[in-house]
T-cell receptor, first 116, second 115 residues
Framework: AQKITQTQPGMFVQEKEAVTLDCTYDTSDPSYGLFWYKQPSSGEMIFLIYQGSYDQQNATEGRYSLNFQKARKSANLVISASQLGDSAMYFCAMSPVTSGNTPLVFGKGTRLSVIA | DGGITQSPKYLFRKEGQNVTLSCEQNLNHDAMYWYRQDPGQGLRLIYYSQIVNDFQKGDIAEGYSVSREKKESFPLTVTSAQKNPTAFYLC??????????????FGAGSRLTVL
């Protein structure tokens, strides 16, 4: 079974500062993928970034980067230069790497509030 | 523009009534999913379908039913057997991949309130 743990229910960050959202995971699958999604107040889930367990380098997408530490089973999301529009819920998720379309398992989320 | 359309956005239901939530995608994706979101609980999987005319139960399938008669459509019925149906329901789809990055695209969600 897979499990995602996000220990920060809420976080505050000053505008233009960087912030790290924590995510730890547990799985027995040898190969897996890790995802981060953003959910604004509108409710729609927006895909941000993906990291494969065998990827040699940490994933980056614009202001988003994933600090992947396989031995610690952590996949923290780093948002640089925070903007007011970054205020939202953030979810970490994972799935095993298989040939099929395996559903994602989600954590409970972290609510990020960006302060002007 | 391609995407996923969920309807209705808001729905009110009396206890004991069945209700069907619509989910349509024009992304030509093979797989579709239904998740339920409660405050502080994250997203929990209800049902998913990897191909037309086939679907599998997720972690919280009791009290729900689905069908997948067309590739584009994956409606969810919340039956009267669902004890606590008030929640936010999210539909998603994915294209199918052999590389591991099964990125889900989500609809805008449907908020169901039982009166």
């Amino acid at each position: 079974a897979q499990k995602i743990t996000q220990t920060q229910p809420g976080m505050f960050v000053q505008e233009k500062e960087a912030v790290t959202l924590d995510c730890t995971y547990d799985t027995s699958d040898p190969s897996y993928g890790l995802f981060w999604y953003k959910q604004p107040s509108s409710g729609e889930m927006i895909f941000l970034i993906y990291q494969g367990s065998y990827d040699q380098q940490n994933a980056t997408e614009g202001r988003y980067s994933l600090n992947f530490q396989k031995a610690r089973k952590s996949a923290n999301l780093v948002i640089s230069a925070s903007q007011l529009g970054d205020s939202a819920m953030y979810f970490c998720a994972m799935s095993p790497v298989t040939s099929g379309n395996t559903p994602l398992v989600f954590g409970k989320g972290t609510r990020l509030s960006v302060i002007a | 523009d391609g995407g996923i359309t969920q309807s209705p956005k808001y729905l009110f239901r009396k206890e004991g009534q069945n209700v069907t939530l619509s989910c349509e995608q024009n992304l030509n994706h093979d797989a579709m999913y239904w998740y339920r979101q409660d405050p502080g609980q994250g997203l929990r999987l209800i049902y998913y379908s990897q191909i037309v005319n086939d679907f599998q139960k997720g972690d919280i399938a009791e009290g729900y039913s689905v069908s997948r008669e067309k590739k584009e459509s994956f409606p969810l019925t919340v039956t009267s057997a669902q004890k606590n149906p008030t929640a936010f329901y999210l539909c998603a789809s994915s294209p199918g991949t052999f590389s591991g990055a099964n990125v889900l695209t989500f609809g805008a969600g449907s908020r169901l309130t039982v009166l």
